[in-house]
């Protein structure tokens, strides 16, 4: 009895959640990032972490600061291998800049909303901080945070952002649509009218990943290429490999794997070895271990990427504040490049472990490649 | 505190001897914290702004945790807490759309909820005989299964008058350290002082002696399951105040079910019921809370905390769980 | 506590046990059948055990702890160290393969000794106990990988999750992580009923107190169960590693799905009742779950909140017909 009530109520909770459903598909910016995508950046060659695409700039003589800084960075965790690379890029970012950098303060939320909030206002009210960098757990949740830190000091945002135009600048690379529609349109091109595709996803509901899939979904729409499922995997190889397997087992016909993000491509592809059946086009990202399968194994296959470089940008944008430089915002878009078979020679890096995203921009930086946990 | 169960209890732990757990838990937290800021030299920690800080951070944990004590004591427990408060997060924030004149109907919708999702526990665990664990882990599950499937890209806000909550204080203290401190006491109030909460005592230290003496155990079971979720649910709305918008997710990334469970038995409420107090457990808040703050301000690494945490969990509950004679399982 | 100590302890009825967890597993694979006939050929039946033994074999192990009274939370965590150790210490080199093996085990036993010493002697819950050996275990892992996987795990490993014989007489084929089922349960059955050990682990879930009157040693029958679970759960990370690699979340959240299995196949929390088949069954109606529920193609959560309505159906029902008997 009371159970039906519960379940009533939950149908009920279902039905006007479906209605306020969160719009993830914006042509707008669908357009705006694929023209960013051709865009030639500004600034230094061959350095694409302190690129930008656009012509905004911000003007930080207010926040000049000289003599030894402390920089304090609040950050939504180390939960996953992307996360990992990123806090080594920007820990060894910051070690190029230890005449000017007197400390660097890394708080961890350990993926906790509630705890990050915390987190900047004690940093905010310990007043040792010169400048802060957030990188958001979420983006609604951490806006008030962010707004009262403002009021205290420069900060900059990055990765994901945050519902307020307050930070001196906001740095992510050209973003979720981007990510779709490299990976949608090399599967296009490859796939004929009427073949299927499997979109392998880690989980729903976070804006950056959504987009991915919303951008490519469209692009297959066009090419009438059929998505004959959409999957997520949480992150996990053995859930990946079971899906894919169970599509297999089916006998669905699957031409191509899309995902989302490329720590599981591996996996993915192992359920087709397994089943002694050809490889399918794939796209992946910039992990090591897909790369090398890419290469080894002659895929058709590409490595759209969500670069960890912009991890370094985050110290680089904080020292440029700090000395009164002007920099790229109120956002600060950064070239988002993709591995494809031309270039993958140069990416493949046989020392390093099989999640390392190469397109980590941090070749040149102390400790490389033992700090990110490759053999010397 | 907890002196109306001791006189309940067959002496096993002898309390008189020495400070209270709580005290000692409390106090070996508080100067953990004073000790770290002075040595790392972050002496505006122990500011005002800084002490407020790490109160603060006992608000969602504490709040859920009280509640936890309440089914601890009975002999029960709740898995489903989690999940209950991204529920209400979520909840909160759709109701209310921004907007003032929603907060009202939309703090009674969630308790509603809580009230629902309280006596559906409650009843399995108490009428149904299913064991606690198994049944609040499956009413938990159907929350966040039904949470996700539903609200995975929801857009919504509680309104700003509503953030207050989370956001504004008198004299310095906010209103939500004072909630915190207002339910505490009220939960110790009762436990301590009233027919109520010396039954719930009694249908944890002895169910059987207990249905004896003509107590309705099960209503008890049922009430208590009623009331940690209501806590859950004060705790979500905290928390959609203090974030803006619920996800369907900040329960169960907050993993406050376990953390709830571990400060409770940490502050000397006994798995099996009967013993135990809202003091301890608050101790038990204190010491996660000053544990996180001062982990940050030693700057140490994400997964040497993890370890850390794990090992001080475990040596917390010896402490004062080794003296005990009986087996534990 | 009972105040009158019961000497003699319940003997569970196998065959009940055996019918209870058995059928429930046979109506969900009918039911796999119907979505998807080809299931009811040898070889997918067979890559369903494959897929399924990591759960089951956790759940053996498992079952030991629920027997003696208590929940093994860290088997999970285990599971993960075994698989990022095992990538780490074998970096590729298939000779060092059968010494790391050994050497996982060793940890393996070593955090069980920790669970049960910490349980049996310092008299933590084991709820509370095993909760901060996973935090410590995962923290470990991840820490000494640098969270994120490392290493690389050579073939000789990874045929623990991969090898098929094919063209085996009867059944098919074959994959070396079913013999390893099979013989994990054979050991783990003759544990619990070809040594006087599975009556000492009844008689202590049942009632500790009457158990140590009657003469059993309760801490190291405690101390034992922690260790065949976290061996089972190293067991379990191999097979894992074996299937699909490396990763850094390769045992999350199995420990609760272990102790579901074990509850839905018929064994009872807090001890006293159940058998080595309530974990074999109660893990492969769960697992047959899953793989219906995927099948079936609903929602990924709405799958969770399947799951949880399942678990409290089948704990209630054995509830109800436990009563009806008394």
């Known amino acids: 009895m009371k159970l039906k009530i519960i379940l009533a109520a939950s149908v009920a909770l279902a039905c006007t959640g479906e209605a306020l459903a969160q719009n993830f598909n914006d042509p707008a910016e669908f357009k705006k990032q694929r023209e960013q995508l051709s865009m030639k950046p500004q600034g230094p060659e061959g350095k694409p972490w302190a690129q930008h695409l656009g012509d905004g700039m911000v003007d930080t003589a207010k926040y000049k600061k000289d003599g030894p800084v402390t920089l304090c960075f609040s950050n939504a965790g180390v939960f996953n291998p992307w996360r990992v690379v990123g806090l080594n890029n920007l820990n060894a970012e910051a070690e190029l800049h230890k005449d000017r950098i007197k400390e660097l303060v890394v708080v961890d939320a350990e993926g906790k909303d509630e705890k990050q909030i915390s987190d900047i206002e004690a940093l905010v009210s310990g007043g040792r901080c010169d400048a802060l960098i957030v990188s958001p757990n979420t983006t609604a949740a951490l806006t008030p945070a962010v707004e009262a830190a403002c009021g205290k000091l420069p900060v900059i945002v990055f990765d994901r952002g945050v519902n307020t135009q307050c930070p001196v600048t906001y740095i992510h690379p050209v973003g979720g649509y981007g990510f779709g529609i490299t990976s949608g349109e090399f599967i296009a091109s490859k796939l004929a009218k009427g073949d299927n595709v499997l979109a392998l996803r880690i989980m729903p509901g976070v804006d950056v990943l959504e987009t991915r899939y919303s951008a490519a979904k469209t692009i297959f729409d066009e090419a009438g290429i059929n998505v004959i499922g959409s999957e997520f995997t949480g992150s996990d190889r053995a859930k990946t490999k079971s899906i894919v397997e169970d599509y297999i087992n089916r006998g669905e016909k699957i031409e191509a794997i899309w995902m989302d993000a490329g720590d599981t491509a591996t996996a993915a592809l192992e359920a087709f070895e397994d089943a002694g059946l050809p490889y399918p086009v794939i796209s992946g990202e910039d992990q090591q271990d897909f790369l090398r399968k890419w290469q080894s194994e002659k895929l058709t296959a590409v490595g759209p990427s969500y670069p960890t470089y912009q991890w370094r940008t985050a110290i680089i944008a904080a020292l440029d504040v700090l000395d009164g430089k002007q920099v790229p915002g109120p956002e600060w878009v950064l070239p988002q490049p993709a591995i494809t078979e031309d270039v993958l020679a140069e990416f493949v890096d046989e020392r390093m472990p099989p999640l390392h995203y190469s397109l980590c921009g941090c070749q040149e930086l102390p400790g490389y490649p033992e700090r990110w946990g490759g053999k010397k | 505190m907890s002196s109306n169960a001791i006189s309940m209890e067959p002496a096993s732990f002898n309390h008189r001897k020495g400070l209270p757990i709580a005290a000692v838990l409390a106090i070996l937290s508080a100067g953990f914290f004073v000790v770290i800021a002075l040595a790392t030299g972050e002496s505006a920690q122990l500011s005002l702004q800084g002490i407020v800080g790490l109160l603060q951070r006992m608000v969602a944990l504490g709040l859920v945790a009280i509640g936890q004590t309440f089914v601890i004591l009975v002999g029960s427990i709740d898995l489903s807490v989690a999940a209950l408060i991204s529920a209400v997060a979520v909840l909160a924030s759709l109701l209310m759309q921004g907007d003032p004149a929603m907060i009202l109907p939309a703090i009674i919708a969630c308790l509603g909820l809580c009230l629902a999702v309280g006596l559906v526990n409650g009843a399995l665990v108490a009428y149904g005989g299913i064991n606690p664990l198994i049944a609040t882990l499956g009413t938990g599950l159907i929350i966040q299964g039904v949470l996700a499937a539903s609200f995975a890209d929801l857009q919504g806000a509680v309104a700003r008058q509503f953030q207050v909550l989370a956001y504004g204080g008198m004299l310095g203290i906010p209103y939500s350290v004072l909630l915190l401190a207002l339910l505490a006491l009220a939960a110790a109030f009762i436990l301590n002082k009233t027919l109520f909460g010396a039954r719930i005592y009694a249908v944890g230290g002895n169910p059987d002696g207990a249905r004896l003496a003509g107590i309705h155990t099960e209503r008890l079971v049922l009430a208590a399951h009623v009331i940690a979720s209501l806590f859950a649910g004060a705790a979500g709305l905290y928390l959609a105040a203090r974030l803006q918008s619920g996800t369907p997710w900040i329960g169960r990334d907050g993993i406050y079910d376990l953390e709830s469970i571990a400060v409770t038995v940490i502050g000397g409420t006994i798995l099996a019921g009967g013993k135990g107090g809202v003091a301890g457990t608050l101790a038990g808040v204190l010491l996660f809370a000053s544990l996180d703050a001062s982990f940050n301000m030693l700057g140490i690494d994400a997964f040497l905390k993890q370890v850390l945490r794990g090992g001080i969990v475990i040596a917390a509950v010896a402490i004062h769980a080794v003296r005990y004679k009986g087996h534990v399982a | ?326």
């Open chain 3, 1 to 326: 506590m009972t105040p009158i100590p019961q000497v003699a302890p319940l003997r569970p009825s196998p065959k009940l046990a055996l019918n209870a967890g058995l059928v429930i597993f046979v109506v969900l694979y009918a039911a796999i059948a119907v979505v998807q006939p080809n299931y009811l050929e040898p070889g997918l039946f067979m890559n369903f055990l494959r897929r399924a033994a990591p759960l089951l074999i956790l759940a053996c192990g498992q079952l030991y702890v629920i027997l003696t009274g208590g929940f093994d939370l860290s088997v999970g965590a285990v599971a993960t160290l075994a698989v990022l150790a095992a990538s780490i210490l074998i970096n590729g080199d298939p000779d060092a393969t059968w010494a790391v093996l050994g050497t996982l085990y060793l940890m393996g036993i070593a955090v069980g000794l920790v669970n049960g010493l910490v349980v049996a002697f310092l008299k933590v819950p084991s709820i509370i106990a095993t909760l901060g050996t996973m935090l410590l275990v995962n923290g470990l892992a991840l820490a000494w990988s640098g969270g994120a996987a490392r290493g690389d795990l050579p073939e000789n490993f990874r045929n623990f999750g991969r090898l098929v014989w094919r063209d085996v007489w009867l059944i098919g084929s074959l994959p070396l992580a079913v013999v390893v089922l099979c013989g994990f349960v054979a050991i783990a059955w003759w544990g619990l009923n070809g040594t006087v050990y599975g009556k000492r682990a009844l008689a202590v879930g049942d009632n500790p107190r009457a158990a140590e009157l009657a003469g059993t040693p309760v801490a190291a029958t405690r101390i034992i169960a922690f260790v065949v679970s976290s061996i089972s759960a190293v067991t379990t990370g191999i097979l894992l590693g074996g299937f699909s690699g490396v990763s850094v979340n390769a045992g999350e959240g199995l420990e609760l799905q272990a102790i579901a299995a074990c509850v839905v196949g018929g064994a009872q929390l807090l001890g006293g009742r159940g058998s080595i088949w309530s974990a074999v069954f109660g893990a492969l109606s769960l697992f047959a779950l899953f793989t219906l529920l995927n099948l079936m193609g609903l929602p990924q959560a709405l799958r969770d909140s399947i799951q949880g309505a399942i678990l409290i159906v089948a704990v209630g029902a054995t509830m109800w017909r436990n009563r009806r008997r008394i």
